[in-house]
């Protein structure tokens, strides 16, 4: 089966500027999760999504960062304004359902540096 | 406010010696354990996941949990320079939604 996709591998913004990120989950797969990865520091949870619903977003700045997953498949993670700390991994995963963690799959991420 | 700590390193260890990894857990509830493994400029990879008291081990790996000192370490035998990466650990409680330790850095040396 095609593993998680995301897009772009590499963005470069100023601060104060705008930018989308997008995820495709694992076919068939309910529950999709977007993670923020600072350098030297562990995944942290920003959103996690099952169909199209909003599951927790209590890590997610809300003031500049938003998500949506409209159709319950694909994924789109915006920061508006970015900030110079904003600049992170951003990795997406899926799970076939909520519930019970048996270890993530995660797509290649979307390495975002602001200056 | 759940904490996993891990030692961030390098853990440095000669090609052929046993690399020993660990991760502390505040959550007493936590029931899911999990090893991921990052190359630099990857993203993590799944390599071990336990869930009860003991030792599991896939091949060169071992995974080791002790939920009354709330504990969990990773073994790896026979370390190559291949295996040079961070480490995450990550625990998960009845949420279900994993907290990541901040990695150790492992160094393989030939």
């Known amino acids: 089966e095609a593993g998680v996709a995301q897009s772009p591998r590499y963005k470069i913004i100023e601060k104060r500027q705008s930018v989308a990120f997008w995820c495709n989950p694992i076919?068939?797969?309910?529950?999709l999760y977007w993670y923020q990865q600072i350098l030297g520091q562990g995944p942290k949870l920003l959103i996690q999504f099952q169909n199209n619903g909003v599951v927790d977003d209590s890590q997610l700045p809300k003031d500049r960062f938003s998500a949506e997953r409209l159709k319950g498949v694909d994924s789109t993670l915006k920061i508006q304004p970015a900030k110079l700390e904003d600049s992170a991994v951003y990795l997406c995963?899926?799970?076939?359902?909520?519930?019970?963690?048996?270890?993530?799959?995660f797509g290649s991420g979307t390495r975002l540096t602001v200056v | 406010q759940k904490e996993v700590e891990q030692n961030s390193g390098p853990l440095s260890v000669p090609e052929g010696a046993i690399a020993s990894l660990n991760c502390t857990y505040s959550?007493?509830?936590?029931?899911?354990f999990f090893w991921y493994r990052q190359y630099s400029g990857k993203s993590p990879e799944l390599i071990m996941s336990?869930?009860?008291?003991g030792d599991k081990e896939d091949g060169r790996f071992t995974a080791q949990l002790n939920k009354a000192s709330q504990y969990v370490s990773l073994l790896i035998r026979d370390s190559q320079p291949s295996d040079s990466a961070t480490y995450l650990c990550a625990v998960a409680g009845g949420s279900y939604i994993p907290t990541f330790g901040r990695g150790t850095s492992l160094i393989v040396h030939p």
């Open positions: 995963a899926s799970s076939l359902r909520e519930g019970v963690h048996y270890g993530y799959t």
């Open positions: 959550d007493r509830g936590s029931q899911s």
């Open positions: 336990i869930y009860s008291n």
């Open positions: 076919s068939g797969h309910a529950t």
